[in-house]
């Protein structure tokens, strides 16, 4: 099957931005210390960051053309799809959508993020590895339909990349410590559409099963599908050294802070455009206030996605609380 030119270059450039296909070499597990990572400022006066309008219309928010297929209702595995299902409309308001400014799309979603108080987003590091893409991307909340910007006008809220942090340790690729946090000097106004997730108690193991969420790939082929609207998908978390053992297989290396997640016989997994995105656990007891829970960040996994024997890698957000708390205690005295 051919496929057209803007198909293919929204390929490359999605697989580019989400960087999600495994590399032949092993992950790097480098010691370091506890430095606070340097706090990086998007664009300047006159950057590309600063002086794109955030105007809904003018830029065709959303109109991110990047599959005119519908996505698919699957609710079990097949050969052609992966098993996520459309997210329940704003039930998940703590996702948001990253998209960058493109010559002749629009802004296109790459990556995903969870909002985590008013001026603080997570995500993964190798989403922002690109200076110039981070200065010509913004934040979208409170959407649930990506290419829905009439619908979904009122509840959807754009923020500028003021600032960003990436872990000092992140050495890029397929390589622990993924993780970054985003700051947006406008606050987030908190309503039924946007709402922060709850970070875990510094070094927690989950266990059971997270639910993930994201706009990405959801094909099992070659020829992508980029759903438009909200998806998720039920991943059971499985065991470290099972997880250890079989990437051992294909040369690659699992450190302490990551997260797997299955199933092993294939169907399900994270896929390009997820990265960045949350896995998220639902506490407490019903008595309780219920809590949303981001468990994990979306790191990497094998392409194409949904193989057997090929877990989900994420970023274990329990190993990295405290650093979270410091960056946003530190940094927001500096800027």
């Not at 190798?126 to 959407?143: D, F, K, P, W």
């Not at 108690?201 to 759903?227: C, F, H, I, K, R």
């Not at 998720?232 to 470290?240: F, G, Q, R």
Request: glycine share 8%; charged share 15%; proline share 5%.
């Amino acid at each position: 099957m051919l496929l057209s030119y803007r198909c293919i270059y929204s390929v490359i450039l999605t697989t580019i931005a989400s960087i999600m296909v495994v590399l032949s070499s092993a992950a790097s597990n480098s010691p370091g210390g506890n430095m606070l990572p340097s706090v990086r400022k998007c664009g300047g006066t006159g950057g590309a960051g600063h002086t794109m309008a955030l105007n809904l219309a003018a830029y065709g928010l959303l109109e991110n053309r990047i599959s005119t297929l519908e996505s698919p209702r699957q609710t079990h595995w097949s050969k052609k799809f992966l098993a996520k299902r459309e997210a329940t409309p704003h039930s998940a308001p703590y996702v948001v959508s990253i998209q960058q400014m493109t010559p002749d799309q629009g802004l296109v979603h790459y990556c995903a993020g969870t909002v985590i108080n008013e001026h603080w987003i997570l995500t993964a590091a190798h989403c922002l590895t690109s200076r110039q893409s981070v200065e010509n991307s913004v934040i979208v909340a409170g959407s649930h339909d990506i290419h829905d910007h009439r619908g979904e006008a009122a509840n959807i809220q754009l923020r500028r990349i003021d600032y960003y942090v990436r872990h000092e340790l992140y050495l890029g690729g397929v390589n622990p410590y993924d993780i970054a946090l985003i700051y947006t000097k406008t606050p987030l106004a908190f309503d039924q559409y946007v709402q922060p997730a709850t970070l875990p108690e510094q070094d927690a193991l989950p266990d059971g099963y997270g639910t993930l969420y994201g706009w990405g790939n959801v094909s099992m082929t070659a020829v992508p599908n980029y759903p438009h609207k909200l998806q998720e998908a039920n991943m059971p978390i499985l065991d470290m050294s099972l997880c250890e053992q079989i990437l051992a297989r294909s040369g690659l290396q699992l450190h302490e802070t990551n997260l797997c997640t299955g199933p092993l016989t294939g169907g399900v997994s994270i896929c390009t455009a997820d990265s960045g995105g949350p896995l998220i656990q639902q506490c407490c007891e019903e008595q309780f206030e219920q809590a949303n829970i981001v468990i994990g960040i979306v790191s990497w996994g094998k392409m194409p996605c949904g193989q057997k024997n090929a877990p989900s890698v994420f970023v274990r957000v329990s190993a990295f609380t405290d650093w979270i708390n410091q960056v946003i205690t530190s940094a927001t005295q500096i800027i």
